[in-house]
């Protein structure tokens, strides 16, 4: 089951702009997370952000979490190419202590030089 | 260096032939996952465990089998069960309490011969 929708699909911008992406889920969360994928590769973690928190940042990124609407973006700033990537949210659904993620399908970034 | 080790990196399956893909972590990570992920999807759970001789299924085990006979492995074995085993396989790792980002190999990408 999917419990992340993310939002656009796909998106493809100039290197300098901002990039945002947003993720809508169903149930409660203890966390959302945001993970990072180069084609053919494994995910990367970028940031994990707390039920109780609204936004938090690292580097060039800015992740916002609305629990009363269920939804998260992320934004990245300034971007560059190395930033062309598949990326995804993920929802632990509240799940007590099992470490479970519950994915999206994911945002497909392109940054042209 | 501490990470999660996947191989083979491209495995070629027979009709009918039962295949195992490796995963072993040097994270000293409790908890570990494997994730199904189809062209273009994000990804989904087929199997967890979250300590040793102990694992759940996920969304999708039906045709995927499991062991857990050490902390550092967690083979996956793609049964003849399984009747459209073409995906990209991940193995992820995390520490096994709440608030956790998992940390994830470099995948196995399995097609049918």
């Known amino acids: 089951s999917q419990q992340g929708e993310e939002d656009p699909q796909a998106l493809s911008i100039q290197e300098g702009e901002n990039a945002t992406m947003n993720c809508s889920y169903k149930?409660?969360?203890?966390?959302l997370q945001w993970y990072r994928q180069n084609s053919g590769r494994g995910l990367v973690h970028l940031i994990l952000i707390r039920s109780n928190e609204r936004e938090k940042h690292s580097g060039r990124l800015r992740v916002t979490l609305d629990t009363s609407k269920k939804s998260s973006s992320l934004l990245i700033t300034a971007s560059r190419a190395a930033d062309t990537a598949s990326y995804f949210c993920a929802t632990d659904a509240g799940s007590s202590n099992t470490g479970k993620l519950i994915f999206g399908q994911g945002t497909t970034l392109q940054v042209k030089p | 260096d501490g990470g999660i080790t996947q191989s083979p990196k491209y495995l070629f399956r027979k009709e009918g032939q039962n295949v195992t893909l490796s995963c072993e972590q040097n994270l000293n990570h409790d908890a570990m996952y494997w994730y199904r992920q189809d062209p273009g999807q994000g990804l989904r759970l087929i199997y967890y465990?979250?300590?040793?001789?102990?694992?759940q299924k996920g969304d999708i085990a039906e045709g995927y089998s499991v062991s857990r006979e050490k902390k550092e492995s967690f083979p996956l074995t793609v049964t003849s069960a399984q009747k459209n085993p073409t995906a990209f396989y991940l193995c992820a790792s995390s520490m096994r309490m709440r608030n956790q980002p998992q940390h994830f190999g470099d995948g196995t990408r399995l097609s049918i011969l």
């Open positions: 465990s979250q300590i040793v001789n102990d694992f």
């Open positions: 149930t409660s969360i203890n966390n």
